[in-house]
Structures are given as structure tokens and as C-alpha cells.
């Protein structure tokens, strides 16, 4: 069984950092491409970083661009997601994602962890 579970999450005040990593363990997920979205009370989920498949190349949305890093441990089969200088309005559930069929993930790739809840005060 899939399993995806994030961790690394908490409360920051605004300009600060956090780490968010996402395990994943039943399937070496080495090629697929993974990401990570955010939803925030009252919004829908919306995309945050990711890694296309095959691990050649990383994309943001531009709302992060130049704050947040994303990247992959292959030996570990891990995710992170490095977020920097961050704003009251980063503040939302992070969620990582992985799809092993499709060049990016989207709001609809197969595999999900629960969430980490990502709080930033001003």
C-alpha cells in the first residue's frame, strides 16, 4: 500500500523558515513526478511546487517563486519543500502529491499524504 506522510509543519512567525518533508513508502517513486499544493480555510486547493517526471526540472507558482525550494532525496524516497521568508498568507494545509502516470501532478494525481498544517503569524 501507497502511503505519503508529511511532517514539519507548525507555527512561524512571518519572515521565518520551515522544512516540510513527504516520506513515501510502498513504491519507489524515483521518476514519478511530485509536488506539493496548499489549501487554506474557505479555499480551494491550489499548487504550490513541483518536480516533473523523471526529476529534471522543478516549477513554482508564482506566489512562492524565489521563497520556496523544492527538492528530492532519491536514497530516501522523500520530498521536501524548503520555505523562506514567509508571509500570514502562506498559512494553509501543505499537502505533497505523486503521480506516476502523468509529466506534472495536478489536483487529481493518484497518490495524496494528510497534510501538515502550515501556520504563519505577523
Known amino acids: 500500500q501507497v502511503q505519503l506522510v508529511e511532517s514539519g509543519g507548525g507555527l512561524v512567525q512571518a519572515g521565518g523558515s520551515l522544512r516540510l518533508s513527504c516520506a513515501a513508502s510502498?513504491?519507489?517513486?524515483?521518476?514519478?513526478?511530485m509536488g506539493w499544493f496548499r489549501q487554506a480555510p474557505g479555499k480551494e486547493r491550489e499548487f504550490v511546487a513541483g518536480i516533473r517526471r523523471g526529476g529534471s526540472s522543478t516549477y513554482y507558482a508564482d506566489s512562492v517563486k524565489g521563497r520556496f525550494t523544492i527538492s528530492r532525496d532519491y536514497a530516501k524516497n522523500t520530498v521536501y519543500l524548503q520555505m523562506n521568508s514567509l508571509k500570514p498568507e502562506d498559512t494553509a494545509v501543505y499537502y505533497c502529491?505523486?503521480?506516476?502516470?502523468?509529466?506534472?501532478?495536478?489536483?487529481?494525481?493518484?497518490?495524496w499524504g494528510q497534510g501538515t498544517q502550515v501556520t504563519v503569524s505577523s
Open positions: 502529491a505523486v503521480d506516476p502516470s502523468a509529466l506534472v501532478v495536478t489536483t487529481t494525481s493518484d497518490y
Open positions: 510502498g513504491r519507489t517513486f524515483s521518476s514519478y513526478a
